[in-house]
């Protein structure tokens, strides 16, 4: 069984990419490859000040938990 979790990578401007961490890495049938890591395309503050910063990463942190779960249950259910 794999495991899934959401982890954060500092970027420029002050910013964090939100990515999954698969393991053991799962095939991925397009490309006869393994993938490790996948990357979400989303983006949070590294230190929020305002407000709207602040909702904006609560906001993409739920999102970025949901894609995370829905990827683990893919996983499980491919294995079974």
């Not at 959401?6 to 991925?28: A, E, H, Q």
């Not at 397009?30 to 993938?35: S, T």
């Not at 305002?50 to 904006?56: D, G, I, R």
Request: overall charge positive; charged content about 30%.
């Amino acid at each position: 069984m794999g495991k899934v979790k959401l982890r954060k990578k500092p970027i420029s401007k002050g910013r964090m990419t939100l990515y999954l961490d698969i393991y053991p890495p799962v095939p991925n049938l397009n490309k006869k490859k393994f993938i490790r890591f996948h990357y979400l395309r989303l983006y949070i503050y590294q230190s929020p000040k305002l407000k709207v910063e602040k909702t904006h990463n609560r906001e993409t942190l739920n999102l970025a938990k949901n894609i995370c779960a829905k990827r683990q249950l893919e996983i499980q259910n491919r294995s079974v």
